[in-house]
């Protein structure tokens, strides 16, 4: 057991001017300010690096003939644009999904309803979660599949995965002006750490589209999604697809882009996840397995409380 004295002297040494210090510096907020537009001009450019994803692939183990698909297909359209939004989006703070709740929004939600009655009774039994919070979720998603994104799946991974690089990595901290005012030490050091984080997430993706590649889908330039590589209605990553969808007539494969299989599938997902109808405090955590926003949970379960309420005052 140490010593009262040794005690001290590690608490002194905690407290020294140089612990101090880097403390303060790293909490230190640096101005972020939009270059001029000949600023702009010089700022670092970055390509993708087909070599090396060649080469992550290859290390990974993937196929010869995966690593063949995704790179014959690989579209260079969008890398810096997909690489900012996947690494240095988090620092813009706004509430996006609770302005989508309103009246009209409700409106769409209920005729969506009407029309995959069936569905989201099936849904419902078989879960045990509230068809208005799968309808809601399905809006918020996708607005019922209008805008599922144009982004090619396959190639946002293969975007992604070159993150760590450290030409990548000193672009991502050139363009922090993008989303915020200023930035500490510790919010560079953050942005650092997401590129390999991000990363890997990408590689495993990749794995799981390999997976589905080889129940013969089509992962070619027609394969659409969002610029975080999520698809369909329910907007769902491969590794999900693999896990959670459902079919609405099994043994069919799950179609994310039906309506009936997509409200079977997001089901599937928060009932898997925790969501519990009778406990409120299982709610917000279930829904944010989906994603990671607790303005995005509320805006669902408010959304759902409209559809709900005006249901009740209807009958």
């Keep these: 057991?140490?010593?009262?004295?040794?005690?001290?002297?590690?608490?002194?040494?905690?407290?020294?001017?140089?612990?101090?210090?880097?403390?303060?510096?790293?909490?230190?907020?640096?101005?972020?300010k939009r270059p001029s537009k000949k600023a702009l001009k010089k700022e670092p450019?970055?390509?993708?690096?087909?070599?090396?994803?060649?080469?992550?692939?290859?290390?990974?183990?993937?196929?010869?003939?995966?690593?063949?698909?995704?790179?014959k297909t690989y579209e260079p359209k969008g890398y810096e644009e997909v690489l900012r939004l996947n690494t240095i989006l988090y620092l813009k703070k706004s509430d996006y999904h609770g302005i989508q709740v309103t009246d009209q929004a409700a409106?769409?939600?209920?005729?969506?309803?009407?029309?995959?009655?069936?569905?989201?009774?099936?849904?419902?039994?078989?879960?045990?979660?509230?068809?208005?919070?799968?309808?809601?979720?399905?809006?918020?998603?996708?607005?019922f599949g209008k805008t599922i994104g144009n982004y090619h799946i396959p190639s946002v991974y293969l975007h992604i995965i070159q993150a760590p690089k450290k030409n990548v990595q000193d672009y991502l901290l050139s363009q922090t002006y993008r989303y915020t005012d200023s930035i500490?030490?510790?919010?560079?050091?953050?942005?650092?750490?997401?590129?390999?984080?991000?990363?890997?997430?990408?590689?495993?993706?990749?794995?799981?589209?390999?997976?589905?590649?080889?129940?013969?889908?089509?992962?070619?330039?027609?394969?659409?999604?969002?610029?975080?590589?999520?698809?369909?209605?329910?907007?769902?990553?491969?590794?999900?697809?693999?896990?959670?969808?459902?079919?609405?007539?099994?043994?069919?494969?799950?179609?994310?882009d039906d309506a009936a299989d997509a409200i079977q599938s997001v089901g599937h997902y928060l009932s898997d996840h925790g969501w519990k109808t009778e406990k409120a405090d299982s709610q917000v955590p279930a829904l944010m397995k989906y994603n990671n926003s607790k303005d995005y949970a509320k805006a669902i379960l408010s959304l759902a409380e409209k559809i709900d309420s005006r249901s009740m005052a209807s009958e």
């Design 45 to 71: 450019k970055i390509v993708p690096d087909v070599a090396y994803l060649r080469t992550q692939l290859e290390t990974e183990g993937f196929s010869k003939g995966f690593i063949k698909q995704v790179l």
């Design 107 to 143: 409106k769409e939600v209920r005729q969506f309803s009407e029309k995959n009655k069936v569905a989201l009774e099936k849904a419902q039994a078989a879960y045990k979660v509230p068809s208005e919070v799968i309808a809601s979720l399905l809006f918020i998603e996708s607005r």
């Design 1 to 32: 057991m140490p010593s009262l004295a040794s005690a001290q002297q590690s608490v002194a040494s905690d407290r020294s001017p140089a612990r101090l210090a880097k403390r303060a510096k790293a909490k230190t907020k640096t101005k972020t």
């Design 184 to 256: 500490t030490e510790t919010d560079k050091q953050e942005i650092l750490a997401r590129t390999e984080r991000k990363a890997a997430w990408a590689m495993g993706e990749l794995k799981a589209l390999e997976k589905v590649y080889s129940w013969k889908w089509d992962i070619g330039s027609g394969f659409r999604g969002s610029f975080s590589g999520a698809f369909g209605m329910p907007q769902f990553l491969p590794s999900s697809y693999i896990k959670w969808s459902r079919s609405m007539n099994p043994p069919a494969q799950p179609n994310l």
